[in-house]
């Protein structure tokens, strides 16, 4: 079945360093890829997202491009900031109407 | 956007009573909701899908006469934890999309804490 495998955390980084947080998947059709956002205490809100092979989401200064010969949607940013200390989750959604999650990787950004 | 309100955001309730936890769609009508139960260590587990009108699609290991959900209309799911127990403490979050919209939109999720 589909799946998404995401790096494991947690992640501490100084403040401006890049970010990458590693994301694969596997899926037996062609499906939509998300990284979603979570801060404390609150729910997941959509950070980007990318619909076809080659397509790059980008939002906030975070990209990431759909990669179908590495099965690879890897989250980046050039230039990390305290505000997005936060839980990144990759997603898939297949053509079943079904969202696939992965676990979770905790970034804390320090000054 | 498209926004999701869940509510209550905070709940704290009895061992062996029920709770109830309401997901609205405020500007779409959502054909599709997910209801998901988040554990401490960040994961996401799908515990159904309902599309309204229909009876919702449980993931294996969940029980449907503990977590009931109902999707009576486009715009409104809930989800009541029947009999809560304490281990049934956890972070509720659901979900919801539309048709031809490939992304789901989140609520702010429920705190539910059974004392």
């Known amino acids: 079945g589909d799946s998404v495998t995401q790096m494991e955390g947690p992640v501490t980084l100084s403040e401006e360093a890049f970010l990458t947080i590693n994301c694969t998947y596997t899926?037996?059709?062609?499906?939509?890829l998300f990284w979603y956002v979570q801060y404390p205490g609150e729910g997941l809100q959509l950070l980007l997202k990318?619909?076809?092979?080659?397509d790059k989401g980008s939002n906030k200064g975070f990209e990431a491009t759909y990669r179908k010969e590495t099965t690879s949607f890897h989250l980046e940013k050039g230039s990390v900031q305290v505000s997005d200390s936060a839980v990144y989750f990759c997603?898939?959604?297949?053509?079943?109407?079904?969202?696939?999650f992965g676990t979770g990787t905790s970034l804390t950004v320090i000054p | 956007g498209a926004v999701v309100s869940q509510h209550p955001s905070r709940v704290i309730c009895k061992s062996g009573t029920s709770v109830k936890i309401e997901c609205r769609s405020l500007?779409?009508?959502?054909?599709?909701m997910f209801w998901y139960r988040q554990f401490p260590k960040q994961s996401l587990m799908l515990m159904a899908t309902?599309?309204?009108?229909?009876?919702?699609?449980?993931e294996q290991g969940v029980e449907k006469d503990k977590f009931l959900i109902n999707h009576a209309s486009l715009t409104l799911s809930t989800l009541t934890v029947t009999s809560a127990h304490p281990e049934d403490s956890s972070f509720y979050i659901c979900?919801?999309?539309?048709?031809?919209?490939?992304?789901?939109?989140f609520g702010q999720g429920t705190r539910l804490t059974v004392v």
């Open positions: 500007d779409f009508q959502a054909t599709t």
């Open positions: 899926a037996t059709g062609y499906p939509s």
């Open positions: 990318a619909t076809k092979a080659d």
């Open positions: 997603a898939l959604s297949d053509i079943g109407n079904q969202f696939y």
């Open positions: 979900s919801a999309r539309f048709g031809g919209i490939s992304e789901a939109f």
């Open positions: 309902s599309n309204e009108g229909s009876k919702a699609t449980y």
